[in-house]
């Protein structure tokens, strides 16, 4: 089945860590580049990391910069997301994607899991 299923979220206090694991069939996986994006309640979905097919190149959103690092295993067609000292304003649904293009907007990805809520308190 063609998929991206994404796992790891929950509820953290501020300045807590959260790993975000995202599943991906080999159509959704190989050769393409695999992003993270979120989207809180009542804002535009924004892209917060992408990792190229080699997983050598890699981007972030200027408000995760230093707190998240994205990371793919080609083995396990896995892609990860490790969150560093979360904040309230990093509470959103975190989904998955993959798409040919090495981008971080949202309209470049044509593939999109279900999404995992993270929801981090102050």
């Known amino acids: 089945q063609e998929q991206l299923v994404e796992s790891g979220g929950g509820s953290v206090q501020a300045g807590g860590s959260l790993r975000l694991s995202c599943a991906a069939s080999r159509s959704r996986y190989s050769g393409n580049c695999l992003a993270w994006f979120r989207q809180a309640p009542g804002k535009e979905r924004e892209g917060v990391a992408v990792?190229?097919?080699?997983?050598?190149?890699?981007s972030y959103a200027d408000s995760v910069k230093g707190r998240f690092t994205i990371s793919r295993d080609n083995a396990k067609n896995m892609v990860y997301l490790e969150m560093n000292r979360l904040k309230p304003e990093d509470t959103a649904m975190y989904f998955c994607?993959?798409?040919?293009?090495?981008?971080?907007?949202?309209?470049?990805?044509?593939?999109w899991g279900q999404g995992t809520q993270v929801t981090v308190s102050s």
């Open positions: 994607a993959s798409a040919p293009r090495y981008s971080l907007q949202t309209t470049d990805f044509t593939y």
């Open positions: 990792v190229s097919p080699s997983g050598l190149s890699k």
